[in-house]
């Protein structure tokens, strides 16, 4: 079934549903205005009749239009921009008499981040955060107001964030989306979708900003980790998962952050966030990707316009991108809101603008419709009724973006269903106790086994008596709480992981060792300095202990303090004294296990070339310290594999995939110019690289037709067989090499994955279809084109592990395919 008919299905199962629900707001909604809410629709305007608008059966775009014409000015300003909740911009947890004195008595667009539990109102209001019922019946009533006092009763769209899972105090978390793009599992994130949008739906948000589609093409880049990886494929392909998971349970899912956003000049965040270095055809085929795939695949409701320029032009004042791209070529028709100061930053950061009120004229008709930032509404709802008044700017401008708004809530079901229904349900619903196996098989999924040296893990835990567990982060929990994802969960650190799996079996010992950070960082990065009578002393306890161990766990790495939004790095080596523990711990002689907590790639070439054993789990969550507890000691076979490359070295970025032929090559050995030995060459660990404790075979590739025509499919098979003596999980992946193109195509493209269980001995058929769309390039005349000649197919266990290979050939329309 096609996307859009199951959207059109899906808005006619909300209509159903809120008829179904409505005698329940009615009970509700009885008290002072009760007389508004009838049998099968509800009075907004107060008008006593069934205007079109407020009739479930009507059209939503004839309900759009009747609804648009009722309004005054003040009324669709009101209509343009977001309301922070309690303690970020408003300073009443529930309405108050005073609110009729508010810019809000004439509607909102959306009330963002409204009683989640995250910043100053979470103590103050706890009352109404947690338990969850308490919150629903909150949002009820907020939501009765707007519907029972302001003039056109319009409903709020109540948004939160939601990468990390619901941005919710003690919602069901996930681990870092990095994390979550090294499961490479489709379903997997189609089921955290659906859990995060049925926990916001009974918790009464009815749009989440999930799921970040931005490309970690630079490792530098501080919000590595809140990406699903460097690939557009493997990005586009979880995000579509994570959209429909989402909005499948009536809630609106919104993109983050249109576009280009990833790739600051240098790698630089904070008061960069500018300047990206993105020729037109890349930005197409690797950064618009993403979105244009998951917006014709899903449907999503909404998307976030990013404060970045593209080739001196802010993308938030951009007509070219929120309007031509956004709408007309990839057909979006949600509502777009601005990213933190993306607006202001037009006037003030990017100086394409005269004055704040041409910066508010110019994202306005270049079609921006909320926008969203930590103050007040006023200063952008003032400026747009003025700029309106003064014949600056169109009322048409105006009504097509309230429009795109109200069209979303229409869809939302928020004029037949504006009420958590049933607000008691949310305590059955909501929280990560209700989800525990599915937090902790996600945890599993997300780890990667770098290395494993003559088998060293798993570990035999009857085979040990004492074992250190060491490290800055081995008790550290901060980077399992995310700005964006839930808050006040029971966190188990990877120490608690390790001494709850072995009991009293095996003797645990603990040592520090050092810090996250020493007291220079990052300038120590660049100047180094001598350890401290302090820092040797932990060193050495760490060293007495691990002389007295069987086997030394160092958990090293980074926490939430050194790497993240607006934390870019300058270097990505381990930060602080950490390399000089991990070599003394080395120098004992005791096998050491290196368990990494990280946000990005992390240049480890020492310990790639020493310590007998890696496991990358990125940035876990609740129950990163189980995970990992299961795995190193093997009642859990990891099967994740890298969502991104790492570099060797700092002065090779960049270096990732897709990359063009040659660009990333080494340098001759012959010929003429074969004298140059200058460099390091090659990745760290490539992309979809991933370890096992199991191994696999592959064999039997079939691709048929071997002919085809520029519009039919491709059929590829093969099939994948365990030959080792433990279950696991390989990550076959699907490549295709364009032989020659009018342009300089990728050396290749992800084109398919596929998550595989199996048993010792077991084999299974993959099958992959390749789709004209796969195959398509944005040629010489910048045309999307499925172009004539040779294609190769590789399978793979990563991008640089290719296993099986086989040709085909697309011929041109009116040449004859032959099978």
Request: some cysteine; hydrophobic content about 35%.
């Amino acid at each position: 079934m096609k996307t859009r008919d199951k959207n059109t299905m899906l808005k006619k199962c909300m209509l159903i549903a809120g008829s179904v629900f409505l005698a329940g707001q009615m009970a509700f909604a009885k008290g002072n205005k009760g007389s508004i809410y009838h049998d099968g629709w509800i009075d907004f305007n107060k008008n006593g009749e069934m205007d079109i608008f407020e009739n479930p059966k009507q059209p939503i775009e004839k309900r759009v239009q009747d609804l648009l014409s009722q309004m005054n000015l003040d009324e669709k300003t009101c209509q343009l921009a977001t309301l922070y909740g309690y303690k970020r911009v408003m300073s009443d947890s529930l309405p108050t008499p005073e609110w009729k004195n508010k810019i809000w008595k004439d509607g909102i667009a959306n009330i963002d981040e409204q009683l989640n539990g995250v910043g100053r109102g979470a103590k103050i209001a706890q009352d109404l955060i947690y338990p969850f019922s308490k919150h629903a019946e909150a949002i009820n009533k907020t939501q009765k107001w707007f519907i029972e006092e302001t003039r056109l009763g319009i409903p709020v769209d109540f948004s939160n964030e939601t990468i990390h899972g619901l941005n919710h105090t003690k919602a069901t978390p996930l681990p870092a989306p990095i994390g979550i793009g090294s499961t490479w599992n489709a379903p997997l994130v189609y089921k955290a979708g659906s859990i995060a949008g049925k926990e916001a739906k009974a918790l009464g948000y009815t749009n989440i900003y999930a799921p970040i589609l931005d490309l970690a093409r630079d490792p530098r880049w501080g919000r590595v980790l809140e990406c699903y990886g460097e690939d557009p494929f493997l990005v586009a392909t979880l995000g579509t998962q994570m959209v429909k998971g989402i909005q499948e349970q009536g809630v609106a899912a919104t993109l983050k952050h249109f576009a280009v956003y990833s790739v600051p000049k240098g790698g630089r965040d904070g008061s960069v966030r500018t300047d990206p270095h993105v020729a037109p055809r890349e930005m197409h085929q690797m950064h618009l990707y993403p979105f244009k795939k998951v917006i014709q695949d899903a449907n999503p409701m909404g998307v976030m316009s990013s404060y970045n320029d593209w080739d001196g032009v802010p993308v938030t004042a951009s007509y070219y991108f929120l309007t031509q791209l956004l709408r007309q070529e990839f057909g979006f028709d949600g509502y777009v809101v601005s990213d933190s100061d993306a607006v202001e930053y037009v006037y003030n950061k990017h100086h394409v603008a005269e004055t704040y009120e041409e910066a508010v004229r110019m994202v306005l008709e270049a079609g921006l419709n909320v926008r969203t930032t930590f103050a007040a509404p006023d200063i952008f709802i003032l400026p747009a009724r003025k700029l309106v008044k003064e014949g600056r700017l169109s009322m048409k401008v105006i009504d097509e973006r309230v429009a795109d708004v109200l069209r979303v809530k229409f869809r939302l079901g928020l004029f037949d269903q504006p009420f958590v229904a049933d607000p008691k349900a949310a305590d059955k619903i909501v929280g990560a106790d209700k989800n525990k196996d599915f937090v902790l098989d996600i945890q599993r999924q997300s780890l990667v086994l770098l290395k494993n040296e003559n088998n060293l893990l798993p570990l035999d835990k009857n085979k040990l008596s004492r074992i250190l567990i060491t490290g800055p982060l081995a008790k550290e929990e901060n980077y399992m709480v995310s700005r964006y994802g839930p808050q006040e969960l029971e966190n188990i650190t990877v120490y608690e992981g390790i001494k709850n799996y072995l009991g009293n079996k095996v003797a645990v010992d603990y040592a520090l060792g050092c810090k996250v950070k020493d007291a220079k960082w990052p300038e120590s990065e660049i100047i180094h300095s001598p350890l401290t009578t302090e820092e040797q002393q932990e060193i050495q306890n760490a060293v007495e202990k691990a002389k007295l161990s069987d086997i030394v766990i160092a958990v090293l790495g980074e926490d939430e303090e050194s790497t993240g939004e607006s934390k870019s790095r300058s270097g990505l080596d381990l930060p602080g004294r950490q390399q000089q523990l991990l070599e003394a711990l080395y120098a004992t002689g005791k096998p050491v296990v290196l368990v990494l907590i990280n946000g990005q790639p992390l240049t480890i070439n020492w310990a790639d070339r020493y310590i007998p054993a890696i496991l990358e789990a990125w940035f876990p969550g609740q129950m990163g310290g189980t995970a990992i507890a299961e795995t190193l000691f093997g009642d859990y076979n990891p099967g994740g594999k890298l969502p991104v490359t790492f570099p060797k070295t700092l002065g090779q970025i960049e270096l990732n995939f897709p990359f063009k032929p040659a660009s990333q090559s080494k340098q001759p050995e012959a010929g003429p110019n074969g004298y140059g030995k200058t460099r390091v060459n090659g990745a760290l660990y490539p992309f979809g690289f991933g370890l096992s404790y199991t191994t696999f075979e592959y064999s039997n590739l079939k691709v048929s037709p071997e002919r085809q025509g520029p519009k039919g499919d491709i059929q590829v098979s093969f099939d994948i067989t365990n030959t080792g003596k433990r279950a696991g999980d390989e990550i076959v992946q699907l490549y295709v090499k364009d032989k020659v193109s009018s342009v300089i195509s990728y050396e290749s493209l992800l084109r398919g994955f596929e998550r595989v269980s199996l048993q010792p001995g077991e084999t299974k058929n993959i099958q992959f279809t390749l789709h004209p769309e796969d195959l398509e390039i944005l040629d010489i005349n910048m045309n999307w084109n499925v172009e004539p000649g040779e294609f190769e197919v590789r399978i793979g266990a990563s991008s640089e592990d290719i296993k099986l290979k086989k040709s085909f050939r697309i011929v041109a329309e009116g040449i004859q395919a032959n099978n």
